[in-house]
């Protein structure tokens, strides 16, 4: 059973950084796609960014461009997610999941078959 862990989340001023990290254990496993989601209060899981296998492969939301950097290492099953210039707008509990069955498919949180258990990240005016 893959487990995926989230940790660095934390509360930072606007204009902060902050670098999450995502665990994946259990046992060596492939995915087409390691994707980062966020949930605010109230409103929809929405995508964040997502990275192939390989790592030449990157997809980000338009929200978060210029602004966030995903990076992956397939043979320590890790996914980091580099938020920087934050807002306060980026507040909200940030989920790390996998795609270990489409092919070509990161934006949708349905083609995610395993998901952690979020952190949680709060940005201050």
């Known amino acids: 059973q893959v487990q995926l862990v989230e940790s660095g989340g934390g509360l930072v001023q606007a204009g902060g950084s902050l670098r999450l990290s995502c665990d994946a254990s259990g046992r060596t496993f492939r995915y087409y796609f390691m994707g980062w989601f966020r949930q605010a209060p109230g409103k929809e899981r929405e995508f964040v960014a997502a990275?192939?296998?390989?790592?030449?492969?990157?997809n980000y939301a338009d929200s978060v461009k210029g602004r966030f950097s995903i990076s992956g290492d397939n043979t320590k099953n890790t996914v980091l997610l580099q938020l920087n210039n934050l807002a306060p707008e980026d507040t909200g509990v940030y989920y790390c999941?996998?795609?270990?069955?489409?092919?070509?498919?990161?934006?949708?949180?349905?083609?995610?078959?395993?998901w952690g258990q979020g952190t949680q990240v709060t940005v201050s005016s």
């Open positions: 990275i192939d296998w390989s790592g030449r492969s990157t």
């Open positions: 999941a996998a795609n270990r069955f489409r092919p070509g498919q990161s934006i949708l949180p349905a083609y995610y078959s395993n």
